[in-house]
């Protein structure tokens, strides 16, 4: 069931007013470790950076907040374990741009994304970046266009799995070019670039972070990034949008908390992470990853959650995207 912008927003805004009770809660939170529940396996990007702010927030609050990885369905595990948790601050949701993919995908009317987690704050975004081997003849982004107008049905785009970021994203330039590629799922991101190094896929819409070695040494050409803006770690590549305008997709990390967590909590929660973020160590660490820092209010997350949420559903409606 789909929940409307305005009724997830006033989860954001908190629309009962804290009891004496819960003001005093929220006064000596955390009294406690708290579990920030990460819907990957551990190492990959999502996992590095939620245990960066887990150590952040640990430092800052004075107790251990703990990543726990519950893989799973492309994150809806993880936001399922943690909508039906007690909305108390002590279990969190790592939130990606995945689970607004996956709002539309998983269809469960026992679990609502948007109903069921509530915003606490934004993390940080990132671009992906269309990448192709470098034998591939075309050199740019119109060049690209061309080459796949010209050969209907020719080109394979690779992705980490079927509704998977990676895959929505290359969905959403076919929509907006009128081109046609063949979609190739993989498990995961690392076979993709295989076969794109072998020649087997001609194009990915990778993760800046898991592919910037491999463009800076030559193995992989950027065409452009898939932000609206070129990357600062990769300065000399454009933006699909200065050739595609109003093309613009990411990827993206925040903290969500079970429905109906003290509004007192969401604000202690959002003020210490807004706090790191601002923190000269710390946008060091995620630039280094290719993440942009984004501070916001638990209000501003959620609409850009929501925003989210419906652009993809529009995406994955015209692309047809069915689960395996």
């Not at 993880?78 to 969190?92: F, H, I, K, M, N």
């Not at 003849?137 to 080459?147: G, K, L």
């Not at 980490?160 to 063949?182: D, P, R, S, W």
């Not at 710390?282 to 290719?290: E, H, M, N, S, T």
Request: net charge positive; proline share 7%.
């Amino acid at each position: 069931m789909r929940l409307c912008r305005r009724a997830f927003l006033q989860l954001a805004a908190g629309a009962v007013a804290p009891t004496a009770a819960r003001i005093a809660a929220a006064q000596s939170y955390p009294a406690r470790p708290v579990r920030i529940i990460v819907g990957v396996a551990a190492g990959g990007a999502n996992d590095t950076v939620a245990r960066l702010l887990a150590q952040a927030l640990s430092e800052r609050l004075g107790q251990q907040f703990v990543v726990e990885n519950r893989p799973g369905a492309g994150g809806s595990v993880s936001a399922e374990a943690v909508g039906g948790a007690p909305p108390d601050g002590y279990t969190l949701l790592f939130v990606t741009s995945a689970n607004a993919i996956d709002a539309t995908l998983y269809d469960k009317p026992s679990f609502s994304f948007l109903r069921d987690i509530a915003p606490v704050a934004s993390l940080v975004r990132g671009p992906l970046v269309m990448e192709v081997n470098p034998s591939f003849p075309a050199q740019t982004v119109p060049e690209f266009i061309a080459y796949a107008k010209a050969h209907p049905g020719a080109l394979n785009m690779a992705s980490a799995g079927n509704g998977n970021t990676t895959h929505v994203v290359g969905e959403l330039f076919m929509m907006m070019t009128g081109i046609k590629l063949v979609h190739v799922p993989y498990r995961g991101g690392a076979p993709a670039v295989t076969d794109l190094m072998a020649g087997r896929v001609q194009v990915y819409f990778d993760g800046i972070s898991g592919s910037l070695a491999s463009i800076k040494a030559g193995r992989l050409r950027a065409l452009a990034v898939t932000t609206a803006t070129r990357a600062e770690v990769l300065p000399d590549v454009p933006s699909i949008a200065e050739f595609v305008p109003g093309y613009d997709a990411s990827g993206w990390y925040g903290m969500g908390a079970p429905r109906g967590t003290p509004a007192d909590v969401v604000d202690r929660l959002n003020t210490a992470i807004n706090a790191a973020l601002a923190d000269p160590p710390f946008k060091a660490r995620l630039a280094g990853l290719g993440y942009i820092p984004v501070a916001s209010t638990s209000a501003e997350f959620g609409a850009f959650v929501a925003d989210e949420t419906e652009k993809w559903r529009k995406v994955i409606k015209f692309a047809g995207i069915k689960l395996d």
